[in-house]
């Protein structure tokens, strides 16, 4: 027969200063990367001002730069949610020793070692993995950020085909206007929609698995 179990040794001075300086460490990684959340959102914040300013010059102006940017737009929302699986690392381990060391210290002056918290968070620091997916990290800076710079790109679009060169008179000339070299107009406003429709769908989806993540989660300030 196994003997009883022995009582887990509590941490000492040494220990707790250790623990201490983790924490401000994980605090100073995750800041770096919340600053670097907001480098990429103000890059796309940027190239759209400057699409703005170039199809707005003058009533002849081609609205194609307020296409082409949606490409920079797609390639700095990776890059952002990339460097956000990265935040969330750092961002849960903060959460975590605030939940387990720094609440029952200033609460009850006990960390309840005996629940084991510590041993999830040494797991995390062995075998290092991102929180969250790539799709739930791209849903959740749609929703965040990148779902007004949509909505004015796509707005200031429609807007450069209704009112420039002169105000829209006809569906007809409204593809017209939209037509870009041999693609026909129909086309470029059918990709387009599929554009906007695909991140709404996908920040859609991702908000409904956060949010049956968040119900079946028995820790609903744990990690990730």
């Not at 693609?183 to 990709?191: D, E, F, I, Q, R």
Request: aromatic share 12%; with cysteine.
């Amino acid at each position: 027969m196994d003997g009883p179990a022995q009582p887990r040794k509590k941490l000492d001075a040494a220990e707790m200063g250790v623990l201490a300086h983790l924490y401000r460490g994980e605090v100073y990684r995750s800041t770096i990367w919340r600053t670097r959340l907001d480098t990429t959102t103000n890059w796309s914040v940027v190239t759209l001002g400057v699409a703005l300013s170039i199809t707005y010059s003058s009533p002849q102006a081609s609205p194609l730069p307020l296409v082409l940017v949606g490409i920079l737009i797609i390639f700095f929302l990776m890059l952002e949610a990339r460097r956000y699986r990265y935040f969330n690392v750092w961002r849960a381990r903060c959460r975590w020793m605030e939940l387990h060391f720094m609440a029952p210290i200033l609460r009850e002056g006990d960390l309840h070692l005996e629940e084991h918290w510590q041993d999830r968070l040494a797991e995390d620091y062995l075998h290092p993995a991102y929180h969250v997916s790539m799709w739930t990290a791209i849903g959740r800076r749609i929703r965040r950020n990148y779902f007004w710079i949509l909505l004015i790109q796509t707005a200031a679009y429609l807007g450069k085909l209704i009112v420039h060169p002169t105000p829209l008179e006809s569906a007809a000339q409204l593809l017209e206007r939209a037509s870009i070299g041999p693609l026909p107009g129909w086309l470029v406003l059918v990709v387009g929609a599929v554009y906007c429709a695909s991140w709404g769908i996908i920040a859609y989806l991702s908000e409904k698995r956060d949010e049956k993540r968040a119900r079946t989660r028995r820790d609903p300030l744990g990690m990730g």
